[in-house]
């Protein structure tokens, strides 16, 4: 199993910059790790995936704004979040992707608590 930790949310105003960070307690098999996030009224939408040959994909709504990154070696991701807006409050997830299983037939997904971004005035 990958067990998903989050850190580095909190209240900015408008405009303003949070880097999120998720440890991953192990990187062998893992091959994306993807931010989502939740917004109130709103189904959890992914916003940013980095797969292991470090190519990145994002959601309109964050593109050019937020910057996903991986630290293979400290089984790290993070997501730098600039511009914020209010519309960006939610709860944000890290998620794994990761071959499990005998020779590594499976592939199982991982979600971790979530931190919580609010921004506001």
């Known amino acids: 199993q990958v067990q998903l930790v989050e850190s580095g949310g909190g209240l900015v105003e408008p405009g303003g910059s949070l880097r999120l960070s998720c440890t991953a307690s192990?990187?062998?098999?893992?091959?994306?790790m993807s931010w989502a996030r939740r917004i109130l009224g709103e189904e959890r939408e992914l916003i940013a995936t980095?797969?292991?040959?470090?190519?990145?994909n994002y959601a309109g709504s964050v593109k050019g704004r937020f910057t996903i990154s991986r630290d293979n070696a400290g089984n790290t991701v993070y997501l730098q979040m600039n511009d914020l807006k209010p519309e960006d409050t939610g709860v944000y997830y890290c998620?794994?992707?990761?071959?499990?299983?005998?020779?590594?037939?499976?592939?199982?997904?991982?979600w971790g608590l979530g931190t919580r971004v609010t921004v506001s005035s």
């Open positions: 998620d794994a992707r990761a071959r499990e299983g005998k020779g590594g037939g499976s592939i199982n997904e991982y």
């Open positions: 192990r990187h062998s098999g893992i091959t994306a």
């Open positions: 980095t797969t292991s040959d470090g190519s990145t």
